[in-house]
């Protein structure tokens, strides 16, 4: 059901009948959760057939009270740091060659934003190590869903899709259905036949009556 409103909402986003759509992500499997309370210089990593999921602790006190948490629990992507924690989270998808066709037109990506806490959150898009997007998310946003535009030919060629988070310390962030959408070429209709000018019908016309004449000789 979540899988046909996000096709959905990517077909909207299209805005065409002659539209397609790929769900990169719906969460709803491949479950994943893990943490850190340390700082540390390296990542805690978790690898699954969906994706692979990264976070690490960069500021904040070490202790089980002072965690920086990530899960794809509960079908969406969840992030959670305690007070005064920072995190980085990454995510990582690898996308097919041709998953979206060649010169198709208006593609673009989607995802949702479920809620963020009070504290704002920078988010970032790269595709094999090309900047794709990136923006700030303001603090308390919630159930708003966001697109930008990609290259056709650069998305056609597929690779690693990749996703960097991160913010204030203590900062809470919940997002979904992410999806790419694109319309395809529309090819014109074959011309009708033309109509045939007054002098090719008249034409025409002496054609017909010679060949009546004939067979009236016969």
Known sequence: MKKNLIALALLAVAGASHAGAYIVDDFNTGAQNISQDVVAGTPVESTVTERVLSIIKTAGDDGDVAKARVNTTAGKLSVSNDSGVDSTVGV??????GVVPLNVLDVS????????????????????G???????????TSN???TFTLDPALISAGGVLALTLNGAPGWDLELDAFGISWTDPV?????PAPIPE???????????LGLAAVRRRK
Request: charged share 10%; no cysteine; aromatic share 8%.
């Open 130 to 140: 090309t900047n794709i997007y990136s923006s700030a998310i303001p603090g308390n």
């Open 92 to 97: 990582s998808w690898n996308l097919a060659a």
């Open 144 to 146: 708003t869903d966001k």
């Open 109 to 128: 990506f989607l995802f949702k934003i479920i809620l963020s806490d009070g504290n704002p959150t920078d988010i970032a898009f790269t595709l094999n």
């Open 187 to 191: 090819t014109p209709p074959n011309p």
């Open 198 to 208: 007054p002098a090719s019908m008249a034409l025409m016309g002496l054609g017909a």
